[in-house]
C-alpha cells in the first residue's frame, strides 16, 4: 500500500525542482561532477536496472541548486528546505562524503545549526504540543541516518504543515551513513516551523555514542578539516534537544520511556573513578516512579547523560525499555537507564492522566533478545495494555541496521504513527519498506566489531567526558 513509486506524496517532488530551477545564483560551474575514475557510487547509476520491487529510481534526476547557501534575510522558507532536501538527497547519491562542503558550505552548516540551537535550547525538558481540531500529529521513532527512509516517510505522510505536526523520538544518528543530513534536514524544518516540528532527543544523541557508532566520524570525513569544529557544534545541538513531549495533554512520547522519582533515591556508592562498568543502583527497593514535574526540573544539559549521581532522569529517559515483569529494576543489559513493568506504565498514565506512551530505541536486533516482548517486523509493538491505556515501541529504520555484518537481514519494516482528534489517543500505524538499494558507501565505525543494540555499554569511558 505504501509503495514508494506510487505514492501520491511524490509530486511533491516537482516543486522541488522548480524551485531550483529558478532559485538565484544558480551556477551549474559550481557543482562537482560525480567522480568518473572510480566506482564508489557505481550502485547509484545503475540502481534503476535491479528488478527489486521496492526499488525507487532516483528521485532527484535534476541537478540540485548547489552549493546550499543561507537567505539574505536569514528566514528559511519551504522552498529552502525543499531544495536542501533534494541537495542531500542528490549528493548521497552523486558526490563522494569529501566532498559535502560543495553542497553545505561549512558557512552554511554554521548558521542552521545556530539557528536550530537557539531553539532547541530554550524548549523546556518535556514540550507540551496543544494542536487543535483540525490537526494530525504524526510521531516517528528511530531513524539512525537513514536519510533515503526518512525522505520517503516525510512525503508519504506529508510534511510539515500548519495542521501537521511532528513529534520526533530521537537517534537521528550512528549506523547509517548519512546521520548528517538526516540530523540537518530536521533541523531545517524546526526552524522553519518551530511550533509544528518537535525534535526529542535519544540515546544516540551523545558523545559517548556518537563516538563509537560512527557519527563523529562522518562528520569528520564530511567536512574534513572543519570536521572537529563541525562534529563540536552538533554535540553542542544534541544537548538542547528536549527529551520528552506531552501531545494533546493525552500522549507522552520520549526515546526510552519512563525514569524514576529522584527525590527519594540517596545512593551512597563511592564514586568508580577507576572502575570499570556497569554501576547501577543495588537498592532496587528505593526506585520509584517519577514525575512529570520532577521530569521538568531534570538537567538535560549534559553531553552524556550521567547513569550515577543525582542527575538520573534524562539517563532513565533516553536509555530505559519495558518490560513484562513489574516493578521498576536497573536496566542491567544496557548498564544505564531502568526497566519498567506494566503496572508502572499503569501507574504512570493513571497519575499523569494520560492515555498512551509511545517510545522508541529497539530495533529488531534488541527486540531479538527480549524474551516476552514482540519483534519490531512491522516497525511498532503494542508492549503493554493497561486499564488507563497503552505502551506503544516505534521503530522509523526500515531494513535496518544499514551496516550488518551477517549475510541475514532482519528486513524489518519501519512505521510512523499518525494520532487525529478529537483526542489523539487512538494511534493510526503506517509500515513502510525500506528505500533501497542504498546507495554505495561504506560504513563510519567497524560494525563486524561493535557490539548489537547498545547493550553493555562500557560506561567507565564516559566519566572523562560527562
Ligand atoms: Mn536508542
Not at 540551537?117 to 494542536?131: A, R
Amino acid at each position: 500500500m505504501l509503495s514508494q513509486s506510487d505514492s501520491p506524496n511524490t509530486s511533491s517532488f516537482t516543486i522541488t525542482t522548480a524551485v531550483t530551477a529558478t532559485s538565484p545564483n544558480s551556477s551549474p560551474e559550481n557543482n562537482p561532477k560525480p567522480p568518473s575514475d572510480d566506482d564508489f557510487f557505481s550502485v547509484a547509476s545503475s540502481s534503476s536496472s535491479s528488478e527489486d520491487n521496492h526499488t525507487e529510481k532516483p528521485s532527484s534526476p535534476r541537478h540540485p541548486q548547489i552549493p546550499v547557501s543561507w537567505p539574505s534575510d536569514g528566514n528559511l522558507t519551504l522552498d529552502w528546505v525543499m531544495d536542501l532536501m533534494s541537495a542531500f538527497d542528490w549528493s548521497s547519491r552523486n558526490i563522494r562524503p569529501s566532498e559535502f562542503p560543495s553542497v553545505l558550505p561549512v558557512q552554511v552548516f554554521d548558521r542552521l545549526i545556530l539557528s536550530a540551537s537557539k531553539i532547541l535550547h530554550k524548549e523546556p525538558n518535556c514540550v507540551t504540543i496543544d494542536c487543535c481540531a483540525g490537526s494530525s500529529v504524526v510521531v516517528v521513532g528511530d531513524v539512525h541516518g537513514q536519510l533515503h527512509d526518512v525522505i520517503f516517510l516525510l512525503r508519504d505522510t506529508g510534511f510539515p504543515a500548519d495542521n501537521r505536526f511532528f513529534v520526533f523520538n530521537g537517534d537521528y544518528v550512528d549506523r547509517g551513513a548519512w546521520g548528517l543530513e538526516t540530523f540537518l534536514l530536521l533541523l531545517a524544518w524546526k526552524v522553519f516551523m518551530p511550533h509544528r516540528v518537535y525534535l526529542l532527543r535519544g540515546n544516540h544523541e551523545s558523545k559517548y555514542c556518537t563516538s563509537v557508532y560512527g557519527f563523529e566520524k562522518e562528520v569528520l570525513a564530511k567536512y574534513g578539516d572543519s570536521g572537529k569544529h563541525a562534529y563540536r557544534k552538533c554535540l553542542g545541538c544534541f544537548e538542547g534537544l528536549p527529551l520528552a513531549s506531552i501531545i494533546a495533554g493525552h500522549v507522552y512520547t520520549a526515546h526510552g520511556g519512563l525514569f524514576r522519582s529522584v527525590s527519594i533515591t540517596h545512593s551512597k556508592r563511592p564514586k568508580g573513578k577507576k572502575n570499570r562498568k556497569i554501576i547501577v543502583d543495588p537498592e532496587v527497593n528505593s526506585l520509584s516512579l517519577g514525575s512529570l514535574e520532577e521530569l521538568s526540573k531534570a538537567r538535560r544539559s549534559v553531553l552524556d547523560p550521567p547513569w550515577e549521581g543525582v542527575n538520573l532522569i534524562p539517563g532513565d529517559v533516553l536509555w530505559s525499555d519495558p518490560s513484562m515483569s513489574p516493578g521498576l529494576s536497573p536496566n542491567k543489559e544496557r548498564g544505564i537507564g531502568l526497566l519498567w513493568g506494566p503496572d508502572c506504565t499503569e501507574e504512570f498514565l493513571k497519575k499523569s492522566n494520560l492515555k498512551l506512551i509511545i517510545r522508541s530505541h529497539e530495533g529488531p536486533d534488541a527486540r531479538e533478545k527480549r524474551s516476552g516482548l514482540a519483534g519490531m517486523d512491522e516497525g511498532y509493538t503494542i508492549d503493554h495494555v493497561v486499564e488507563s491505556g497503552k505502551l506503544i515501541t516505534l521503530f522509523s529504520a526500515p531494513d535496518y541496521p544499514q551496516f550488518q555484518a551477517t549475510e541475514e537481514r532482519y528486513k524489518n519494516k519501519g512505521a510512523y504513527i499518525v494520532l487525529e482528534p478529537p483526542n489523539f489517543d487512538a494511534p493510526v500505524f503506517h509500515s513502510f519498506e525500506a528505500i533501497t538499494p542504498r546507495p554505495k558507501v561504506n560504513p563510519y565505525y567497524n560494525f563486524e566489531d561493535v557490539i548489537d543494540s547498545d547493550e553493555e555499554l562500557d560506561l567507565a569511558s564516559m566519566v572523562s567526558t560527562s
